[in-house]
C-alpha cells in the first residue's frame, strides 16, 4: 500500500503525511484482504516512527521505507519550476543517509518486517540497510544505471556470507550494535 507517492496532486503521499489518514487507508485495506499488508512509507513527516507505529497498529504486516524525498529543481532561463508539478521526489544515492537513519529509528518504533529502499547501489549499502534492521532491501535507481544490479547483489551477499561463515541472513538483520 503506497501512502507515499510525492508525484500526485491528491492523495498519494496525504494519506502517509496525516497519522489519521494513515490509520484510515491501513485500516480500509487491511478489511478488504487477508493477504500480508505491506505499507510504502513517506521520509517527508517530522516523526516517521510515530507513522509506523499508526499504520502497524491499523493492520499493516511490514513495512517498506522510504519513498522519495520531495524536492523541486528551477528552469533558470525560463524561471520555471522544471516539473510539471512544481516538485517531484528525490531518489538515488543522495539519499541514503537519510534513508538508512529512518529505517533505524523505524527499527525501534516496530517489530514488523522492514524493507530498506533508498539510494541502494553495491552490496556495501544493502548490508548496511540489512545490519540496520532490514529484513529485506529495495534496488529502485540503480536499475536505471544497471538493469542487472539485483541479481548482482543477491550472488554478492551470497558470496559475502559464505566467506563470513554466515548461514541465514537473519543472523546479520539487525544487528547493528549501537
Not at 491501513?26 to 507505529?53: G, H, S, Y
Not at 523541486?72 to 521526489?89: F, H, I, S
Amino acid at each position: 500500500l503506497n501512502v507515499s507517492c510525492p508525484n500526485t496532486e491528491r492523495g498519494g503521499m496525504t494519506f502517509g503525511t496525516d497519522p489519521g489518514a494513515l490509520a484510515e487507508v491501513t485500516a480500509a485495506a487491511r478489511e478488504t484482504t487477508r493477504l500480508p499488508l505491506w505499507v510504502k512509507l513517506t521520509p517527508n513527516v517530522t516523526d516517521i516512527a510515530q507513522m509506523a507505529r499508526v499504520a502497524v497498529e491499523a493492520g499493516a504486516d511490514a513495512l517498506s521505507l522510504v519513498n522519495t524525498f520531495t524536492g523541486m529543481t528551477v528552469d533558470v532561463e525560463r524561471r520555471r519550476p522544471t516539473l510539471a508539478n512544481l516538485r517531484g521526489g528525490l531518489s538515488g544515492p543522495a539519499i541514503r543517509p537519510l534513508a538508512l537513519y529512518l529505517l533505524h529509528e523505524v527499527r525501534q518504533a516496530v517489530s514488523v518486517p522492514l524493507v530498506g529502499i533508498g539510494g541502494i547501489s553495491s552490496l556495501d549499502d544493502a548490508l548496511q540497510f540489512l545490519i540496520a534492521g532490514a529484513c529485506a532491501v529495495q534496488v529502485g535507481t540503480a536499475n536505471y544505471i544497471d538493469p542487472g544490479i539485483s541479481v548482482r547483489l543477491v550472488d554478492e551477499l551470497e558470496a559475502w556470507c559464505a566467506e563470513r561463515d554466515i548461514r541465514a541472513i537473519g543472523e546479520i538483520v539487525g544487528s547493528l550494535q549501537a
